[in-house]
């Protein structure tokens, strides 16, 4: 099992930053693929960024791709990170961590295994 608990979330203006952290325990999170997800009201959970379990792979939707950077420590914090710049309203949503069972790193929600809480964004435009 591996519990996830995502932080860092509010309200920011257009073209502000957040850093979002999502923190893990449980089974062994150096060897677990990570991913962010989002959520808007009415819309289906859609893929942000995914990061493989050394850190050394990562993909990005094209919407966020340049403005947001995915991280991780595996050494002490057992954390990842989804840092985000460049905000738009269009990037208003319910922020999500997640988790495979595996190292490989997948866009699909439909592929991982743990889930958090989700954490809100909001831009005002």
């Known amino acids: 099992q591996v519990q996830l608990v995502e932080s860092g979330g509010g309200l920011v203006q257009a073209g502000g930053s957040l850093r979002l952290s999502c923190a893990a325990s449980g089974r062994t999170f150096s060897s677990a693929a990570m991913g962010w997800f989002r959520q808007a009201p009415g819309k289906e959970r859609e893929f942000v960024a995914t990061?493989?379990?050394?850190?050394?792979?990562?993909?990005y939707a094209d919407s966020v791709k340049g403005r947001f950077t995915i991280s991780r420590d595996n050494a002490a914090k057992n954390t990842v990170y989804l840092q985000m710049s460049g905000l738009k309203p269009e990037d208003t949503a319910v922020y999500y961590c997640?988790?495979?069972?595996?190292?490989?790193?997948?866009?699909?929600?439909?592929?991982?295994?743990?889930w958090g809480q989700g954490t809100q964004v909001t831009v005002s435009s």
């Open positions: 990061i493989s379990w050394s850190g050394g792979i990562t993909y």
């Open positions: 997640a988790a495979r069972s595996t190292v490989v790193a997948v866009t699909s929600p439909s592929r991982y295994d743990y």
